[in-house]
């Protein structure tokens, strides 16, 4: 029955952020992150009331239809930027292979929200208050706004992490951890950021 829900939620918001997108408000970057923001948040909750099993076969399912979506074109708001990525396939993948990287509810839920809510913040806060400043990194644009967010959306996370966690991190690694997340969401392009960031922190949180 959760399982039900679960998918039948996920629907809900694509339908949302496509209705949207036909609106006209949910267009471009804001159309894309709005669904990265909420349904990876959602997934990230995903081992506290279903079990690994049942997440690693929603991922290949998610995988399939995204697949699916871009061929036929089905959500207009997931492929809406014309830049070249695979962000979306690579948020389906990661969702599965994190249940192999840790089986802690805690690791898994700090390690996916770095994808959902330090890139999805990044992304919104570049295109709308980044615009003056800009930097240039391997060829592709961003900006000390963008890369601010995600910093700051990365500490808070790992900051709860540790409160909530039972061994807690030291401050110094929490601070590492973030700057190196930060680090590779400049460095990786073409959306390789949704997958080897959060295998990253999982790595980080399971090794202490």
Sequence with gaps: MVLILSILLI???????EWGWRKGWLRGELGRKF?????????????????????????????VAVIIAHYF????????VQRPTYGQLFFAAVVGLLTFATHSKGIYAAALLQMSLADGFAALVGTYLGRDSKYFLLGHTK???????????????????????????????VIWAAL?????????????????????????????
Aim: zero cysteines; aromatic letters at 14%.
């Design 11 to 17: 629907l809900v918001i694509l339908g949302i952020s």
């Design 35 to 63: 669904i990265h923001i909420t349904v990876g948040t959602f997934v990230a909750f995903w081992p506290f009331f279903i079990s690994w099993n049942q997440i690693r076969l929603l991922s290949l399912a998610f995988l």
């Design 73 to 80: 074109n089905i959500f207009h708001a997931i492929d809406s």
């Design 143 to 173: 900006s000390v706004a963008g890369t601010a967010a995600f910093l700051a959306t990365s500490l808070v996370i790992l900051i709860g992490y540790s409160m909530f966690s039972t061994l807690g991190l030291p401050i110094i690694v």
């Design 180 to 208: 190196a997340a930060t680090a590779l969401e400049n460095l990786l392009a073409f959306g390789l950021d949704n997958l080897l960031i959060p295998l990253f922190v999982a790595a980080v949180l399971v090794s202490f």
